[in-house]
């Protein structure tokens, strides 16, 4: 019913910059908010920023003044500008919406979804 496909992730030096997007499609009645996650080897999925219908946004403290999040909602999509990237951001990066499907609109009951995950590695 619904897909979540992401795109931007790839190699990048140490102060270099990324742009991930996650896209999603299918039967969407409505957003409530997306989120960027992201998981290191060997360490649990922790979120890294996310954004509410209104436009609020709120960063882990370790990526704040470095990565930007925003959305288009015409296009239901969320994406992450990360800037001065460092070792340490090296992670697999997951989009997370929080959403009401057509079917689910007249109770207003909500789901979160998941993308399927994109590779970014910061290394010389």
């Known amino acids: 019913q619904v897909q979540l496909v992401e795109s931007g992730g790839g190699l990048v030096q140490p102060g270099g910059s990324l742009r991930l997007s996650c896209a999603a499609s299918?039967?969407?009645?409505?957003?409530?908010?997306m989120a960027w996650y992201r998981q290191a080897p060997g360490k649990e999925r922790d979120l890294v920023a996310a954004i509410t219908i209104n436009g609020n946004t709120m960063y882990t403290d370790s990526v704040q003044g470095r990565f930007t999040i925003s959305r288009d909602t015409a296009k239901n999509t969320v994406h992450l500008q990360m800037n001065s990237l460092k070792p340490e951001d090296t992670a697999v990066y997951y989009c997370?919406?929080?959403?009401?499907?057509?079917?689910?609109?007249?109770?207003?009951?909500?789901?979160?979804?998941w993308g399927q995950g994109t590779q970014v590695t910061v290394s010389s």
């Open positions: 997370e919406v929080d959403l009401i499907l057509n079917s689910d609109s007249y109770y207003g009951i909500s789901n979160i979804y």
């Open positions: 299918g039967s969407i009645f409505s957003i409530n908010a």
